[in-house]
């Protein structure tokens, strides 16, 4: 029998795991696989939980979304490399950017589990946050950027991606410009910039869509993406057509490979990691950490 520590966000998706979590813990029995499960309370429980107790499990799982993900991972980076099991990850939640880079069912749990329990694990980048931490997928600042946590969350249940997006546009008139110099591997950018940050993943809140078969997810690059402030509304039009279009090599939108990425600003700025509040820095330095998980996909 293999052991499987089950850290469930009984938040995720609006309690929706009330309805087959039955059948998910009856998959996993039926499979060899013995759960135990612990639920979480608070922002911050997921990663208390993984990294106290995930040493000694064979899997550590998860149910929730993204950001129930992030704090899993969080703690599983600080369990010693040679203990550290895989995670496997069943999304229930709205957006599940992670869960459509790695091509995993979402709000499908008993699918999920059975992926968990006969898939294969796969290495993952982590990113490290100026010291305070690490993120999974996306740290970044500007435009869209506090959309994931502050649209309404009956609008995300209605709406899905198309709510982040929505949110955003309603936004555009308010959007401040950020003055950055941004260093990364072999050069060096300074602009007035409308969004910035880094990813490892292939989707992010429904704005920015990357091609899968250009994207390696263990190769220790980010994407670091640079979206040039607009000077009038010719220009705001560019960069939505570009971001429709997914260009991101033209003349608004920049997408480079990087291992590190130093932002400097002439004031403090807000970021998100992971979809959640990051804190406000004047100068930020975000690292690829390769390999530093495993996922089972």
Sequence with gaps: ???????VNPKAGKGAYKANFGETLFTMHSAGIV??????????????????????????CCLGGDGTLSEVIEGVVQIPEVQRPPIGYIPLGTANDVATTL???????????????YGQPMNFDVGTFGGKGNFTYVAA???????????????????????????????????????AKVEYDGGMLED??????????TSVAGLIHLNS?????????FELALVKSPRNIA????????????????????????????????EPVAWTRDGEEGGAYTEIELRNLKCAVQIIV
């Design 213 to 221: 078969d250009k994207i390696r997810l263990d190769d220790g690059l």
């Design 35 to 60: 759960p135990t499960v612990r639920f979480t309370a608070r922002r911050g429980d997921a990663t208390d939980i993984a990294k106290n107790e995930g040493e000694g499990y064979e899997i550590i």
């Design 141 to 179: 600042f500007g435009a869209f950027t506090d959309v994931s946590y502050e649209t309404p969350q009956q609008e995300k249940q209605a709406l899905g991606h198309f709510a982040y997006v929505l949110e955003g546009m309603m936004r555009l008139p308010k959007i401040t410009k950020y003055h």
């Design 235 to 266: 220009d705001l039009r560019a960069i939505l057509t570009d971001l429709r279009e997914r260009n991101y090599d033209g003349q608004t939108i920049k997408l480079l490979p990087t291992s590190f990425a130093r932002f400097t600003f002439d």
């Design 1 to 7: 029998m293999k052991k499987l520590l089950f850290i």
């Design 192 to 201: 007035d910039f409308l969004f910035g940050g880094v990813m490892n993943s």
């Design 103 to 117: 091509n995993l069912p979402k709000n499908n749990m008993v699918g999920a589990a059975r992926r968990v329990i």
